[in-house]
């Protein structure tokens, strides 16, 4: 069993945001390189009805639009997930896309030395009628679920370039916990 490694405390990296964004920023490393191998006819075709007509590029926006929404949500007073610009170029360009990447990788390596138990304001809206509401947070706990979401929707896009026939890295897609209980499956044998 995997014994999880406090946060909160401590010195060091244990005490930033290092733990969070530093994988964080890797996992956009790595959707860059999986953006880059495709065309944009490829980046922007609708998937069919198993994946909602859904495109590789909305995918990716969507998940670069959370990332965004920390690093500039910080400096803005709230973070805000659910303001979303949709039909950008970063939704329709590989290359616009990769940019992104690389540009927001960089914001997370910034925040790396920040201190993880920072207290934030994040805005939801958790109806359909629209109306946001204003939750208490930290930046610790809002880099972990940018990581797991970015993690589900990376799956999503491997499914989707795997039905156009890209080959894709082994890992990526995959959850962290996943990966580590394979490898510890592995050494078992």
Excluded: K, W
């Amino acid at each position: 069993m995997f014994a999880p490694r406090e946060t909160m405390v401590g010195t060091g990296a244990q005490s930033t945001c290092e733990c969070l964004a530093a994988p964080l920023a890797e996992m956009l490393d790595e959707l860059r390189r999986v953006v880059c191998g495709l065309e944009d006819h490829e980046y922007t075709r609708p998937m069919g009805p198993v994946f909602l007509d859904a495109t590789i590029g909305g995918h990716v926006r969507h998940c670069l639009d959370h990332v965004r929404a920390i690093t500039e949500g910080l400096s803005a007073g709230a973070i805000d997930y659910d303001h979303r610009e949709r039909g950008t170029s970063i939704e329709r360009s590989a290359a616009a896309a990769a940019a992104e990447c690389e540009s927001l990788a960089a914001s997370l390596r910034a925040l790396m030395p920040v201190e993880a138990a920072r207290g934030v304001r994040v805005s939801v809206i958790p109806r359909r009628d629209g109306e946001p509401v204003a939750l208490g947070s930290t930046l610790a706990r809002e880099l972990a679920f940018v990581l797991s979401h970015t993690v589900h929707h990376n799956a999503m896009i491997r499914g989707m370039a795997t039905s156009l026939g890209r080959p894709l890295p082994g890992a990526f897609g995959y959850a962290p916990s996943t990966l580590a209980h394979q490898d510890a499956t592995a050494c078992a044998r």
